[in-house]
């Protein structure tokens, strides 16, 4: 039950937060935006590529089922091509659709990519670097 | 954005163009949170030769200023750019007519209305246009529900809303 709470707290608190984001004016948006594909574009050059799925140890800390749901987002990922921008954006919350009884383990799941949209500053993509790790 | 759009207002003063405006995921993030998109969709009307629309005059101006295509977009500026017809539907062309007009970083440009921009995924019905649907509910205070009803009852919309508000 707590952690049923929690998740509907975080779940709560990055709605907000995609609300503030929408309120921003419109060449803030864009400059996030740009970001964003830049990320994109290293990442199809081969500059930054996926890591493996977490470890088990650490998806364990998130709920019976939620050992799940790293894979899934990793195996709908692998299958459509969704590129690393997407994965980090709040849309790849909504496109990543599981079984309603996994909703609340994704939306954790899912916060870690919501995360980084928070502000667009240097320290908001070296925040998805333990995600991600680079060639060099 | 801002090179990408002045450059733009400048084909449309040296007849290259006619009005034009924003759409597609640009348009979007005007009125929802940013989200990851890789080029700026700008709906124009073509000149036509029989069945065909021409892009010619646009490839044309483009390339002799120097800028230089990139698969089906040119890039100008920071942006690929997507010149896309607006003829077809008539959805379409009803969002292009009546695009509202704003300023980019102190140049005019037009941006299809929220209304015309959920209709048209409404109509499309993929995935992430259904998912962005519901983000303009949660994030865009300016949607006019009674306009955006006229709009989905004239183009024939109103079922695939329906089947769309009830996922």
Redesign the interface.
Request: charged share 35%.
């Given at each position: 039950m707590t952690r049923n709470l929690e998740f509907e707290e975080i779940f709560a608190r990055k709605?907000a937060q995609?609300?503030e984001?929408?309120k921003?004016p419109?060449?803030e948006?864009?400059k996030?935006?740009?970001r964003?594909?830049e990320l994109?574009n290293a990442k199809r050059t081969g500059k930054i590529k996926f890591k493996k799925p977490l470890p088990t140890r650490r998806r364990k800390s998130l709920g019976p089922s939620a050992t799940m749901v790293p894979s899934l987002l990793a195996l709908r990922i692998s299958r459509l091509g969704i590129?690393q921008?997407?994965l980090?954006?709040?849309?790849s919350g909504?496109?990543v659709?599981v079984a309603p009884t996994l909703t609340s383990q994704l939306s954790v799941a899912t916060d870690r990519w919501m995360n980084h949209?928070k502000a667009p500053t240097s320290s908001l993509w070296l925040s998805i670097r333990p995600n991600y790790e680079s060639d060099s | 954005m801002e090179e990408t759009l002045k450059v733009i207002n400048q084909m449309q003063a040296d007849g290259v163009i006619g009005k034009y405006a924003i759409g597609g995921a640009i348009a979007a993030i005007q009125y929802v949170e940013p989200f990851a998109t890789q080029d700026l969709d700008i709906f124009v009307m073509l000149p036509s030769e029989g069945p065909f629309l021409i892009l010619d005059p646009i490839y044309s101006y483009l390339t002799a200023k120097g800028y230089s295509t990139i698969g089906d977009a040119i890039q100008i500026g920071d942006w690929p750019v997507q010149f896309l017809p607006a003829h077809h539907p008539p959805l379409l062309v009803e969002a292009w007519e009546e695009a509202n007009e704003i300023t980019y970083a102190s140049v005019p440009t037009r941006v299809f209305t929220p209304e015309h921009l959920i209709a048209i995924m409404v109509q499309t019905g993929r995935h992430k246009d259904i998912a962005r649907v519901r983000m303009f509910f949660d994030q865009c205070n300016s949607i006019d529900d009674e306009r955006l009803m006229e709009i989905l009852q004239k183009h024939d919309l109103l079922d695939k809303w329906r089947s769309i508000i009830r996922q």
């Open positions: 709605e995609r609300k984001l929408a921003l419109f060449e948006k864009l996030i935006v740009m964003l594909r994109g590129e921008q997407k980090s954006s709040p849309e909504l496109t659709v949209l | -």
